[in-house]
């Protein structure tokens, strides 16, 4: 895309660079070319992604000053950089801001844009990549919207607690059809180039190359804009909204509770009342998105949102892997796989079984259609991606992930075969879930070079990737498991060679204090909506079905054998499941039923106190422990994996984090008197009384 975005615009007579005819330094560049048509480009300073920043609307509205004084033909507005159009706000500037201060900002800020709007030549965005949040609000406020194939668009800012700030609220329900605006900015989903032109967000979708014959099109008035439609007209009718809205406000509810999550609830309280009446609308959606700045669900998304950013950044060398081998292609190998080919490295897949390789090549079509990867770009992934029966492959690899049966001697003999033929210096990781390194790393070719990768089922969606060091991994080789993890858009997270690791280890005991309560007679359904309500994404019976009943049997023997604080026995009901077959949803039967799809969460029982407590508690605790004996090298770290590994209710901001705000005397207090009622699995970690941070 660079190199024909730079193509582009040096046919435009303008430069990336800022060239004779560009005006301006800063984050905009501003000239015009031999048709009399303004380009403005967009090109954050110091940086390789755009975002919306106070200081970019300043700039703007100074260029905005020169353009109204000296009218070009047509303004279009575009990205230079190679990314995409713009990620969004800024929201280090955001992050921390009163709410008289956000008021203000966002008024001058919709002043910005305004004056855009009110521009008397015509305004077109031309937008490759992504125009999110604060940048497809920008976006809105020309007059037509050039869309290069594979461009999207979306306004993300639920995902933060917030709703769109920028006058999203008021444009967008004003282009497209006012229910598919509100459904957008409900979920936060993006609308990609074709269902951005189905729902008239791109006037038009263009290749590149054919981008100034579009705008000369559009000039020539041959682009006609959508006319609103019956739709769009009706719901100017308050009692057509408030009918609407109240089935927006039950779907939302299921999705998003309002307790949890106040800012769609708040977005559909003001489109109801102001939905006919722009002006109001806008100062709705300014004073709403102020006040959500403040509230607590905003804050720890925000929290998550640089915890995110944290794991991405935490290698500190670059990333030098480009042949990865992997070793079995079932359930897991398969999908890193294909993830990794995705991500343009180049994967060799070594499998004693055919059809698990046949299979794969399917699978990895599945992730490039998941990934809204296009024809060419699916071709070249499974270009990338080579079924390699003979393990070829090994002898170039700079990176050998082994993921085959989780079996200490099959492992050892596949280690002892790559050690013939793994090039010097290629690193060896095992995807392992619950055999400790220590006792693999005999049998590794190289001990510094050996460590674990573990991803979580299903790679494609579990965006974390714990890196595991044994004692003798060299950081060198954690460094670059760390950048390789960012550079295919995981987020990697080190920690200890302990059993369990982190996440699995946290996570057990609060899977299996939900079977014990099972075994004590407590409907699933109950135990699960603990769960729900407390803002998990799934229950702990529903969760132990996806994961696997074997495979939770499996982590449970081998935690319960090598941890020093007892994990809950092991439910009898788990393992009659297991003998029985029924391991959950892979098998149609589990403790739900499978067979029609996932079970319905229940969403009528009550739920006590207790039961909550009961299940998280022993999660707060194993994380606690984690971060006293360095397994994890911090309490934001273990917050971020378990967030990005199990769904955590984000808005919490972490369990440990939850803790803290909670009080960590209360959580020992109430830890004691489970201990006291049900056993020692409940005793309270030192973490509780020694941590400084409380
Ligand atoms: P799986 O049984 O689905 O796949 C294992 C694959 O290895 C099979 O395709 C098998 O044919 C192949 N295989 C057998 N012997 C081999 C050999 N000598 N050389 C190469 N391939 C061989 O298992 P899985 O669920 O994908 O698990 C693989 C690893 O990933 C295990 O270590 C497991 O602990 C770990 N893991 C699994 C999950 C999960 O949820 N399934 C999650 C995280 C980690």
Redesign the pocket.
């Given at each position: 895309m660079e190199g024909r975005l730079r193509e582009f615009l040096a046919g435009s007579k303008l430069e990336l660079g800022g060239g004779r005819d560009a005006l301006g330094s800063g984050h905009w560049r501003y000239g015009r070319d031999e048709d009399g048509i303004g380009w403005l480009i967009l090109d954050r300073e110091d940086a390789t992604v755009n975002t919306i920043s106070d200081e970019v609307l300043r700039e703007l509205d100074e260029h905005l000053e020169r353009i109204e004084a000296d009218l070009p033909t047509a303004l279009v507005l575009r990205s230079g950089k190679a990314k995409g159009f713009a990620a969004g706000a800024d929201i280090d500037a955001l992050a921390g801001m009163d709410a008289e201060a956000a008021q203000g900002l966002l008024s001058e800020a919709h002043g910005v844009l305004d004056r855009l709007e009110g521009l008397s030549c015509p305004t077109i965005a031309v937008v490759h990549g992504a125009a999110l949040g604060a940048g497809f609000e920008l976006v809105l406020a020309c007059d037509y919207r050039l869309a290069i194939e594979g461009a999207s668009f979306g306004l993300p800012e639920v995902r933060l607690g917030l709703h769109p700030g920028l006058g999203g609220t008021v444009r967008l329900p004003e282009l497209i059809e006012p229910t598919a605006a509100m459904q957008l900015m409900l979920t936060g989903s993006t609308a990609h180039t074709a269902k951005a032109r189905d729902l008239g967000i791109a006037d038009l979708v263009v290749e590149e190359r054919h981008v100034r014959a579009a705008i000369a099109s559009i000039l020539r008035g041959e682009v006609d804009k959508r006319s609103r439609g019956l739709m769009a007209r009706a719901f100017s009718l308050s009692s057509a909204r408030s009918l609407a809205g109240a089935r927006m406000r039950r779907e939302t509810q299921k999705a998003a509770p309002k307790d949890h999550y106040p800012a769609p609830h708040a977005l559909i309280a003001n489109w109801e009342k102001h939905g006919d009446d722009p002006k109001a609308m806008r100062k709705a959606e300014i004073a709403s998105f102020a006040e959500l700045l403040q509230s607590e669900t905003s804050r720890n998304l925000i929290r998550a949102f640089f915890l995110r950013r944290t794991l991405k950044q935490a290698a500190d060398t670059a990333d030098d892997i480009a042949h990865v081998h992997i070793?079995?292609?079932?359930?897991?190998?398969a999908e890193i796989a294909a993830w990794v080919a995705m991500q343009g490295k180049r994967v060799t897949v070594?499998?004693?079984?055919q059809e698990?390789l046949g299979q794969m090549i399917r699978r990895a079509t599945e992730v490039c259609e998941g990934a809204h990867k296009d024809a060419l770009e699916t071709r070249d992934t499974l270009d990338r991606l080579m079924p390699d029966p003979r393990g070829y492959g090994v002898a170039r690899a700079d990176l050998v992930i082994e993921?085959?049966?989780?079996k200490p001697d099959?492992k050892a003999?596949?280690f002892t075969d790559l050690g013939k033929r793994m090039k010097t210096g290629a690193i060896l990781a095992?995807?392992?879930?619950?055999l400790r390194l220590a006792d693999l790393v005999d049998n590794a070719p190289a001990k510094a070079r050996f460590a674990g990768l573990?991803?979580?089922?299903p790679p494609s969606k579990v965006p974390l990737v714990e890196v595991v060091s044994h004692d003798k991994t060299s950081a060198e080789t954690r460094n670059r498991l760390l950048a390789f993890c960012a550079a295919i858009d995981r987020l990697p997270v080190a920690v200890a060679d302990s059993p369990g690791f982190l996440v699995n280890r946290a996570l057990m005991p609060y899977l299996l204090e939900a079977l014990l309560l099972l075994d004590e007679g407590i409907a699933k359904e109950r135990i699960d909506k603990a769960a729900l309500n407390f803002g998990m994404p799934m229950g702990p019976v529903t969760l132990a079905d996806q994961?696997?009943l074997d495979?939770c049997l499996d982590v449970a023997e081998s935690l319960s054998k090598s941890l020093e604080t007892p994990i809950a026995g092991i439910p009898a009901l788990l393992r009659d499941k297991v003998e029985a077959g029924d391991l959950g949803r892979k098998t149609g039967r589990g403790f739900y039923d499978w067979s029609d799809g996932t079970p319905e969460p229940e969403t009528s029982s009550r739920i006590g106190e207790d039961l909550t407590d009961r299940l998280l508690l022993p999660m707060l605790n194993a994380c606690a422990e984690c971060v006293r004996k360095g397994v994890v090298g911090s309490a934001d770290e273990a917050d971020a994996a378990m967030i990005f590994a199990t769904g955590f209710a984000p808005f919490r901001g972490g369990p440990l984090h939850y803790a803290r705000a909670r009080g960590h005397d209360e959580i020992h207090q109430r830890l004691k008197e489970f201990e006291k009622a049900h056993g020692p699995r409940f005793k309270p970690d030192a973490y509780w009384r020694n941590d400084t941070a409380k």
């Open positions: 070793v079995g292609a079932g359930i897991m190998g070594t499998d004693p079984d698990a993921a085959g049966p989780e099959l003999q596949i095992t995807n392992t879930s619950s573990h991803f979580f089922n994961v696997g495979i």
